[in-house]
């Protein structure tokens, strides 16, 4: 078997894996093919596999990497899909070692999570009442901007939706994030009005095509395409075109400055960071500690404002 076949054998083998045991989403396991197929390129242009590579391989190519100017994010992420497919080679009997596995990370560089202000969400939200071509498409558009600014949840949670989640005009909202996981986000009173509106448009929309012998979406925002439901491509295309509309710079705007705004704008308000984890459905408070510039912005402008030593002399 070439180096070649043998890669593709241990890539799909392990993408598999990760799908069944771990109930990888689609796009980490896209993520990971990329990397692994970057990693598997560079040792066959070297004569070497994945079976015989060493730590002082990996290493290399890490260098490599550096030498090609990619980001830190971008090569600790490739050391970790090279370290994973390794582990798991262990684990399957392909290696009797892992040849990544005391290899250190280069760190991450901590930069602030953008967002936008209230008023620039503001602008967005009103947008999405004005922009479509018919009166579905602006329901569709108003419940969309509303749930993710209301939940903060993630562009691929919002678009493939299920419409089971949406009935009863409930409160709540049970989200299946990364890792199959569920968490459940309340939902605000513009929210619940967005959702109710378009539910109704959706029910007489699906009946039509009921009555025409065609099938009933089960997704909330339904589409044509093979997903069958709203593409993460479709929305992001929208949401730039609300900012047009808005006149909210076009390039602050991303369906992930929404989730970002949706936890900068509670801890302004006073949320703490245990609460907005929960919410955004991070594993590890960690990840969620990036939001800590706006607490220790709001804490010193409460020492600023109200201990008695920091105020001026008459």
């Known amino acids: 078997m070439t180096a070649q076949a043998e890669h593709k054998r241990w890539i799909s083998t392990f993408l598999d894996a990760q799908a069944a045991e771990l109930g990888a989403a689609t796009n980490t396991q896209l993520a990971y093919a990329r990397d692994l197929k970057d990693f598997s390129g560079w040792l066959e242009h070297r004569n070497?596999?994945?079976d015989t590579a060493t730590r002082d391989d990996v290493e290399a190519y890490l260098i490599?990497?550096?030498?090609?100017?990619?980001?830190?994010?971008?090569?600790?992420?490739?050391?970790?899909?090279?370290?994973?497919?390794?582990?798991?080679?262990?684990?399957?009997?392909?290696?009797?070692?892992?040849?990544?596995?005391?290899?250190?990370?280069?760190?991450r560089d901590k930069r602030l999570p953008k967002t936008?202000?209230?008023?620039?969400?503001?602008?967005?939200?009103?947008?999405?009442r004005e922009v479509g071509r018919a009166p579905s498409d602006r329901l569709r558009n108003t419940c969309l901007m509303e749930l993710l600014y209301a939940t903060g949840m993630r562009v691929t949670e919002l678009v493939s939706l299920p419409v089971a989640s949406a009935r009863g005009n409930p409160s709540m909202l049970l989200i299946r994030g990364k890792g199959d996981k569920e968490r459940m986000?309340?939902?605000?009173?513009?929210?619940?009005?967005?959702?109710?509106?378009?539910?109704?448009?959706?029910?007489n929309t699906q009946e039509d095509a009921r009555l025409k012998g065609k099938p009933v979406s089960r997704f909330l925002f339904p589409s044509r395409g093979k997903e069958g439901h709203l593409t993460r491509h479709r929305f992001y295309i929208l949401i730039k075109e609300l900012a047009v509309h808005s006149?909210?710079?076009?390039?602050?705007?991303?369906?992930?400055?929404?989730?970002?705004?949706?936890?900068?704008?509670?801890?302004?308000?006073?949320?703490?960071?245990?609460?907005?984890?929960?919410?955004?459905?991070?594993?590890?408070?960690?990840?969620?500690?990036?939001?800590?510039?706006?607490?220790e912005a709001r804490l010193q402008e409460l020492v600023l404002t109200h201990h008695p030593l920091a105020k001026d002399e008459d």
């Not at 899909?81 to 596995?101: H, T, V």
């Not at 602008?123 to 999405?128: E, K, N, T, V």
């Not at 986000?185 to 029910?203: D, G, H, R, T, Y």
């Open 48 to 50: 070497m596999s994945f």
């Open 64 to 107: 490599d990497c550096d030498a090609q100017g990619l980001a830190k994010s971008t090569r600790a992420r490739r050391l970790s899909a090279i370290k994973q497919l390794y582990r798991f080679g262990f684990e399957e009997g392909w290696r009797s070692d892992n040849p990544a596995i005391q290899i250190a990370g280069p760190g």
């Open 116 to 128: 936008l202000s209230m008023a620039e969400v503001d602008a967005l939200l009103s947008a999405s």
């Open 185 to 203: 986000v309340p939902l605000s009173p513009p929210a619940k009005e967005a959702l109710a509106a378009w539910l109704s448009s959706w029910e």
């Open 247 to 295: 006149s909210v710079m076009p390039s602050k705007v991303t369906p992930h400055t929404l989730r970002h705004a949706f936890a900068t704008h509670l801890l302004e308000n006073g949320a703490d960071l245990r609460s907005i984890q929960t919410l955004l459905g991070h594993a590890d408070v960690a990840t969620t500690e990036i939001y800590t510039h706006v607490l």
